[in-house]
């Protein structure tokens, strides 16, 4: 079971490159989002999506895209990286959008901007 | 809006000390409470989690207890290992309009267990 899983890793850009982060869950969520992670802030939410085809601004959506064509997959782009966008990028998804839903959180992918 | 605020950290432990990390809260709503551990190198995992005032959470020998009247969830273990050493964080979550499912982090408490 492999739950939530982000490709890559791992990731080096030049300022100004393009790239996207894959998320995908096979727990047929219906919720998905993507946070980053930032020393002493937290996770802070960039994008989420409700369903199929649906996206929706998070806390901290300047910059990034995002997309969910399909429901297993949520993907987060970056047109022209910044360094402040170095971070560590976390996909979740959950079940349901209540409260009491568990969400549940990938293994991160470390980005760097130089 | 919503926020969540932990104690400053890190924090230091011997093995077998008893842990306490606070947190408190404000909410616009009526939020559910958790509490995520986040090991070296790995993603967040839920550790407990509380959804109404006075309930419990546990896990692991650690417990949480969601106090409305003091908005906290402090997070306790009577005692420590080693294998306890990780980054945890507070979390809530509200219910209504587009708040669903969404998380609000406290900015994360890191712990270390010494032998």
């Known amino acids: 079971n492999a739950g939530v899983t982000q490709t890559p890793k791992f990731r080096v850009l030049k300022t100004g490159q393009s790239m996207t982060l894959l998320c995908a869950q096979d727990?047929?969520?219906?919720?998905m989002y993507w946070y980053r992670q930032d020393p002493g802030m937290g996770l802070r939410l960039i994008h989420y999506?409700?369903?199929?085809?649906?996206?929706a601004k998070g806390e901290v959506p300047d910059g990034y895209n995002v997309s969910r064509l399909k429901k297993q997959n949520f993907l987060l782009g970056l047109e022209s990286a910044a360094p402040s966008q170095t971070s560590v990028y976390f996909c979740a998804s959950s079940y349901g959008g209540g409260t009491g839903n568990t969400i549940y959180f990938g293994e991160g992918s470390w980005l760097t901007v130089v | 809006g919503d926020s969540v605020t932990q104690m400053e950290g890190p924090v230091t432990l011997s093995e077998e000390a008893f842990l306490t990390i606070n947190c408190t809260y404000t909410?616009?709503?009526?939020?559910?409470l958790f509490w995520y551990v986040q090991y070296p190198g790995e993603g967040l995992q839920l550790l407990l989690k509380?959804?109404?005032?006075?309930d419990k959470g546990s896990n692991k020998g650690f417990e949480a207890t969601y106090r409305k009247e003091t908005t906290s969830f402090h997070l306790e273990k009577g005692s420590v290992q080693v294998s306890d050493s990780a980054v945890y964080f507070c979390a809530l979550s509200v219910a209504g309009g587009t708040s669903y499912g969404k998380l609000t982090f406290g900015q994360g408490t890191i712990l270390t267990v010494h032998p």
């Open positions: 727990m047929n969520h219906e919720y």
């Open positions: 909410a616009t709503g009526y939020p559910s």
């Open positions: 509380a959804t109404k005032a006075d």
């Open positions: 999506s409700v369903g199929e085809g649906t996206t």
